[in-house]
């Protein structure tokens, strides 16, 4: 079972809603969750939690993954976010029945790998998700033969907030486009900025946005 650190909501009162934060490649949850903390004036009624991916990462001693990442390819994307999907969506639906809200109270915020596993994860929950936001990811799909099953398979069509850096060294600016594509021509409203001088990583004017876009699903 996955497992990380949690923040509770700021109001003090049980929480309204959850917001779920998953880490990049060879990082863990303690990486993102100070986005909790800076999100929560904003979220007053938010949990925060954000969980060590399953794996340790296997190119570094220390830090996690949420599935092998040598290639880094299209068809090892495709493996990986199908491998790590059940042990993720188990956890969200633990995270949301030991807190007693329902799906539709749940958002995702992915950076880098958790970005592609906020978007495999998010579009095949039982109930769509109020929002996802994806930092510095790629919207992963399969070769064109698995197409339609890939299709078949997208359960909820949340409204998704997509930032990339137009500098970015790790995963290329060309993602954030291709993303929007995507994920618009399978019927979801996507807003998308390119974040001038930022390599792989979030920005304050990032951060700003996705906490906008988190209050507003969530409110």
Not at 37 to 49: D, K, N, Y
Not at 52 to 64: L, T
Not at 185 to 198: I, K
């Amino acid at each position: 079972m996955l497992d990380g650190p949690r923040l509770s909501p700021r109001s003090g009162r049980p929480a309204e809603a959850l917001v779920v934060l998953l880490h990049g490649y060879g990082a863990d949850g303690r990486d993102l969750i100070d986005l909790g903390r800076h999100w929560a004036p904003l979220l007053p009624g938010a949990a925060f939690v954000s969980p060590h991916a399953p794996e340790p990462c296997a190119i570094a001693p220390v830090g996690r993954q949420w599935f092998g990442y040598v290639e880094r390819n299209d068809a090892e994307r495709w493996v990986g976010v199908q491998s790590a999907h059940a042990a993720l969506d188990g956890f969200l639906d633990a995270e949301l029945a030991r807190l007693g809200l329902p799906g539709s109270r749940l958002a995702l915020v992915g950076f880098s790998q958790g970005t592609m596993m906020a978007l495999h994860t998010g579009l095949r929950r039982a109930a769509a998700p109020a929002g996802l936001v994806g930092f510095s990811g790629i919207h992963v799909v399969p070769p064109e033969r698995a197409l339609p099953a890939f299709d078949a398979g997208i359960t909820a069509r949340p409204p998704v907030l997509l930032v990339h850096g137009d500098a970015d060294e790790v995963i290329p600016p060309a993602a954030l486009p291709r993303a929007v594509e995507s994920l618009s021509a399978r019927g979801l409203a996507v807003r998308s900025q390119l974040s001038r001088g930022l390599g792989h990583g979030i920005d304050p004017d990032g951060l700003a946005l996705a906490g906008r876009f988190l209050a507003e699903v969530l409110g």
